[in-house]
């Protein structure tokens, strides 16, 4: 019979769990650090990738366009709107020519297929240490179930739903480890 009332036959010290709980919000804490680093590193990529198709296609300002373009990428979904308005909005303004306004469009589709079939799987499949089929899979069916919330939450929460898992499981194998 163990001491504290609460406490069942086989279950381990208050101590160990505790230990394995910071454990657990330790590791969730790094994995979402994992996930901002991994967008912010997109981000640039994205950053950079818009500065190249903005200045191939002429448009007025390309390096600014870039720069504002870019770090909206960190709002699925709107990220891709402003990447389309801000460009032919410089466009426009500057008298181009309609041409150069479905170039931008052109770029614009480039680099977002760029980046939601390989920029995003890979990056951030590295980072949360989940195959990138799994993070491609997640953002799809986060934005089908929550929209843009959905995408932008849906890899770190299967990230952190592993994790859980793997503690929960881990204890369970511990706690049989102590009956032999």
Known sequence: ???????????????????????LVLDILRKLGRFVLGQLFIAAIMTVLYAIGFFLVEVPLWWLAALL???????????????VIIPIAFVLLSDGSYWTVVYVLLVVVAVQLIETLYLTPKIL?????????????????????GGPLGALVASPLVAIGLLIWRYLHEDRVDQRDDFR
């Open 1 to 23: 019979m163990t001491s504290d009332r609460n406490q069942l036959p086989g279950d381990p010290p208050d101590d160990r769990r505790s230990a394995q709980s910071r454990g």
């Open 69 to 83: 373009c870019g770090p909206f990428h960190l709002v699925p979904f709107l990220g891709a709107v402003f990447a």
């Open 125 to 145: 499949g590295k980072e949360l240490s989940l195959h990138p089929l799994v993070i491609f899979a997640a953002v799809l069916i986060g934005a089908i179930v």
